[in-house]
């Protein structure tokens, strides 16, 4: 009587000795790390973007802040930066 795992590596040596499987199975593998290098590299693309757009902001935030001196016109244009 066989185990289940003995069972399943069994059809897998099976499967192996296909071509079409072996080739389906190294065409999901070369698939899968390319789309994992693509998307590494527009996350790091974005977080380069995003130091871009948070130093931009804070010099946009401290020229719009300069010369102000009423606090409720300091809050509306803090939140507001256009």
């Not at 190294?26 to 974005?46: H, I, K």
């Not at 719009?64 to 001196?69: F, S």
Request: proline share 1%; net charge negative.
């Amino acid at each position: 009587m066989c185990t289940v795992g003995a069972d399943v590596l069994r059809e897998l040596r099976f499967a192996w000795r296909e071509r079409f499987v072996r080739w389906a199975l190294l065409l999901a593998l070369a698939t899968s790390l390319a789309a994992l290098a693509a998307g590494t590299l527009v996350a790091f693309e974005q977080q380069r973007e995003l130091e871009t757009l948070q130093a931009a902001s804070a010099e946009e935030r401290t020229q719009v802040l300069e010369g102000r001196t009423d606090p409720g016109d300091i809050a509306y244009s803090v939140f507001h930066l256009t």
